[in-house]
C-alpha cells in the first residue's frame, strides 16, 4: 500500500510539472504581458514599469523557476489584476465552486443511479427508452441554455428562485442541478450497463433461487457490485464540475473559481491563470487516487491485488 | 457560442412582456455591471467600473458642467496660472471628508506628491499625476501645483484624473485600507465593500455640492453580473434598475417592453483607421506613403452607413480628437465624403490604376473592420484581414511592423486633445507618420496656456493631418443603456453614468 501511495505521489508531482510548465510557456506566447496589463491608457514608461516590477523583463525559464520554487510552498504570488496574493483569491472563491460542485454531483447520482437501475430492470422497454431520452437530453442540451431556460421559468415566470447571486442555498439549485443534469447520462449510462452486466450473472441467480427477496438482491448483491465503475465516474465528474462550472458561475454571476478562470484568462492575469489550472489538475489526480481507495475498499478483489 | 446567447436572450426578452420595478420604492438604484475593479483605491486601477465609482465617492479641483463643457472650480474655489509652469489652488473652505475630516492644501498636496512618490509601487498609471513636479502647500487653504514644463491640457487632467484623497486616512491605511473602506468628499460615501459581489453607496448628506449638485437617490448598489442575459433577466424581474454597455442587438429588442426604457448615448472612444508612413513597415506599406492612397481610402468607406447599421449610431469624425474634447476643431481641415468615383481617380493618379493589396490589422468589432474592407473592395483596395489581440497588435504599431490597421481610442476619459491628436502625431511610441511640422505645433499646443493660441496651433495641426490623410477618422462608439422606465438618467460621452445626477420620475 506503501508503494502504491508514492507511486501515485510521483504521478502529482509529474502531473503538477507538466502542467505548469506547459501552461506558463503557453500563456507567455499570447503577446507582450506588460503591455496587456497596462491597458490602453497606460504609456510606455508605464508599461516599461509593470514589466520591471513584475520581473517580466527576465528570460521566461528563470521567470518560471522563480514562480515554480514559490509554488512548491504554496506560494502563488500576486495577482497582476487584484491587489492580493493568489492564494487569498482562491481562499475566497473555493467555497462557492466546492459547494456548487458537491451539489451538482449529489444531483447527478440522484437522477442518474436510479434512472440506470429503473432502465436495466426493464431494458428495451418505454421506461428505458424515456430514462435514455432524458439521458441524451442531459448531454445534448448546452449549459448556458439550460441555465437560461431554468431562470426564466423559476427566475422570471413563476419568481419562485433567485436569478443570480450566491448568498443562501436557494442561490445554488438552480446552478446545480444545471451542472449535476450534464453529468448525469454518464452516470446513467454506466449504472445501467454495470446492472444488465451484473443481474445476468450467476450469482444473482442463486440468490434469487435461495429466496431471497427482489429488493435484497437488487440493493444488497447487484447495485453494489454494479456502482464500482460509477464510483470512479463520479470522482472524475466531480472534477470536471470543478474545473467546468466556468460558464454556469458566470451564467449565474456566482464568484467561483470558474469565474475567476474565466475573468482572469480575459485579464491575462497569469499568476491566478497558473493557480487555477494547477489547483484543478491536482484535484483530478486526488480524486482518481481516492476513487482507487474506495473501489478497493467495495471489491476486495481490487484489494487482493 | 455568441449566436446561442442571442437566441438565450431572444427567450428572455420573450419570457415576460413588461417588468415591475421596485428601486423607486426604497429609494435605491440597483445597477448591474460586468467587471469588479480590481481595488477601489482608484490610483491602483485604471477599469472603466474603478472610473466610474470615483466619480461618486471623490472630487476634484475643478469639474466640467456637463451642459456646458466649461471647466468650472469644484474643490478649488480658484485656479491660477502664477505662471506656465506654477498652477495656484485655492480651495473651498468647509468640505468634509465621510469620515469627518477637513478637506486642506495639506490633502491636495499630499494625492499629487504620494502618487508621484516612487516608492509607492500601486500607481496603475503615473501619467494621471506626473505631469506635476511637486504640489506645495502655501496655507491651509492653498496649493500650489510645480509643473514639470508648462501643460496645456492640465484642466482636463485636474478635471478627471485627480480625485482628492484624506492625507491622514490614506497615511494610515494605505492602499489597502483605501479599497476595503474607500472615504471621499464625493457625493456618495461606501457603505459595504462586499468583493466579488457589490458595493454599496449611500448619498452623502454632508456634501457641499459644488458643480455636481446633491444626490437625488438615496442609495446605489452596483453589483457585479458578468453575463448580459442574465443582467437582462434581473433587471426583467424588477431586481434591478440599470444595465449599460449593452450590446446592440439584445438592446434593440427590449426597445418598446413595458416598464423598461432603453437610450443610445455617444461615447468619447472613436474609431480610426491608422497608416504607417515611417518606412518602417517596408514594402507592404509603400503604397500608404503616398497622399492620394490614404485620400483615395478616405473616399472609399461609407463611415455613416456602417456607422449606423452596424453599431446603431454615433458621430461621424472628421478630425482625430472627440468633438467635445478641448482643441478638438479646425477650419481649415478638408472633409472626406463617401465618393468611391473619386477615390478609384486617387488611386489611378497614385499609379494604382487597376486597384492594389494590402494587409489590414484589428482587434475588435469585426463586423466593423469586415465592412470596411467591404467598401475598399468596391474601390479595388483588397484587404488581407490580420486579427490580434489587443497587446500584441499595439506592440506591433509601435515596432512599425503595421502598415494599416484599424483601432479604437477613449482618450482615457480626458476632454482635452492632448490626450488624442496629442498623444498619436506628437513622435510619441503610437505615432506613425512623425510629421515634424505636426509634432511641431502639437508640442507648442501642448505648451500653450493661451487658450485661443493654442487653439490655433491644434487648428493647423488638424488641418496638415487631414490635409495628408495621416488618419481616417471613422466614428465614435455608441453605449446602450437599459433601465427602469421610472429611473430619469441622461448619458454623457465621457463613458461615466454620472448617477449623482440621476432621480426618479
Known sequence: ?305 | MKIALRVGFGLVALALAGAVHAGKKNDTLVWLTEFEPPTYDFYAQTNREGVVLAKHVWDTLIERDLSTGEFKPHLASSVTYLNPTTIEVKLRPGVKFHNGDLLTAEDVAFTFNWQNDPANTKVAARSRTDWVKNAEKVDIFTVRLHLKEPFAAAMAFLESSVPIFPAAYTKAQGSEGMSRAPVGTGPYRVTEVARGKQIVLERYSNYFGGVRGQAKIGKIVMRFVPEYNTQIAELLAGNADFIWRVPKDMAEKMKGRRGLNVMVGDTMRYGYLQFDITGRAGAAAEPLRKPEVRQAIAHAVNRQAISKNLQGGGTVLDLTCYPSQVGCASKGAPKYSYDPAKAKQLLAKAGYPNGLDLDFYGYRDRQLAEAIMGDLSKVGIRTKLQWLQYAPLRDKVRKGEVPFNFMTWGSASISDVANSTGYFFAKGPDDTTQDPKVVDLLKKGGAETDPAKRLALYDEAHTLIARNAYWVPLWSYVYFYAMADDLRFQPTPDEIPHMYRASWK
Open chain 1, 1 to 305: 500500500m506503501l508503494k502504491y501511495t508514492l507511486h501515485k505521489l510521483l504521478v502529482a508531482v509529474l502531473v503538477a510539472v507538466t502542467v505548469s510548465f506547459v501552461a506558463f510557456m503557453l500563456l507567455r506566447l499570447s503577446g507582450d504581458l506588460a503591455t496587456a496589463i497596462g491597458g490602453e491608457s497606460a504609456r510606455g514608461e508605464d508599461i516599461e514599469r509593470i514589466r520591471t516590477q513584475l520581473g517580466l523583463d527576465r528570460p521566461v525559464l528563470t521567470q518560471y523557476w522563480d514562480w515554480a520554487s514559490r509554488a512548491a510552498s504554496g506560494d502563488f504570488g500576486r495577482s497582476y489584476y487584484y491587489p492580493e496574493p493568489v492564494w487569498t483569491l482562491l481562499e475566497e472563491r473555493l467555497p462557492v465552486t466546492l459547494r456548487l460542485a458537491c451539489w451538482g454531483l449529489v444531483i447527478s447520482l440522484v437522477i442518474g443511479v436510479p434512472l440506470g437501475v429503473l432502465a436495466a430492470l426493464r431494458p428495451n422497454t418505454l421506461i428505458d427508452r424515456v430514462a435514455m431520452t432524458l439521458a441524451v437530453l442531459g448531454q445534448a442540451l448546452p449549459t448556458f441554455w439550460l441555465g437560461l431556460l431554468l431562470i426564466i421559468l423559476f427566475g422570471l415566470l413563476l419568481r419562485w428562485l433567485p436569478i443570480s447571486g450566491a448568498d443562501t442555498w436557494m442561490h445554488y439549485i438552480l446552478p446545480s442541478f444545471v451542472l449535476g443534469y450534464y453529468s448525469t447520462p454518464a452516470v446513467m449510462r454506466l449504472t445501467r450497463s454495470g446492472m444488465l452486466e451484473v443481474l445476468a450473472t450467476d450469482y444473482i441467480r442463486t440468490a434469487y433461487s435461495k429466496g431471497l427477496p427482489h429488493r435484497t438482491v437488487l440493493f444488497k448483491h447487484a447495485l453494489r457490485n454494479a456502482v464500482i465503475p460509477v464510483v470512479a465516474l463520479a470522482s472524475v465528474q466531480f472534477g470536471l464540475m470543478l474545473s467546468g462550472s466556468v460558464v454556469i458561475e458566470t451564467v449565474f454571476a456566482m464568484q467561483g473559481i470558474g469565474q475567476l478562470a474565466w475573468e482572469s484568462i480575459s485579464r491575462q492575469d497569469f499568476p491566478v491563470v497558473q493557480a487555477v489550472l494547477l489547483l484543478v489538475s491536482m484535484f483530478y489526480v486526488w480524486l482518481t487516487f481516492a476513487s482507487d481507495l474506495i473501489n478497493a475498499w467495495l471489491d476486495p478483489r481490487i484489494r487482493a491485488g
